[in-house]
């Protein structure tokens, strides 16, 4: 069982801010990807930006979806099992249910419960 505690979702204006945070506890085995997810209403869920961190040397490996681009910055804090999401320049498609994501280094992939970011004036 993997556990998440997400938080930072709410409504947001646009050109706006927002930051989630994510801490996942629980039987995690080794972590080894992090990241966020969404879906928006009527739209598949999709990757929103993921981080993962080899090794000290390496440093962070990070994808961020087109649309995000330049806006969002994830940032991880491996030992405590947090990813942070910061969200500038929000735009009205921003809207959508975030998801906590993780996966191990078995391959096993996690999704918390979601919090929604709405934006809007």
């Known amino acids: 069982q993997v556990q998440f505690e997400e938080s930072g979702g709410g409504l947001g204006q646009p050109g706006g801010s927002l930051r989630l945070s994510c801490t996942a506890s629980?039987?995690?085995?080794?972590?080894?990807?992090m990241g966020w997810y969404r879906q928006a209403p009527g739209k598949q869920r999709e990757a929103v930006a993921t981080?993962?961190?080899?090794?000290?040397?390496?440093?962070?490996?990070?994808y961020y979806v087109d649309s995000v681009k330049g806006r969002f910055t994830i940032s991880r804090d491996n030992a405590e099992n947090t990813v942070q999401m910061q969200m500038d320049s929000l735009k009205p498609e921003d809207t959508a249910v975030y998801y906590c994501?993780?996966?191990?280094?078995?391959?096993?992939?996690?999704w918390g419960k979601g919090t929604l970011v709405t934006v809007s004036s």
């Open positions: 994501y993780l996966k191990n280094f078995r391959g096993a992939e996690y």
């Open positions: 629980g039987n995690i085995y080794r972590l080894n990807v």
């Open positions: 981080i993962k961190s080899p090794t000290v040397a390496i440093g962070d490996i990070t």
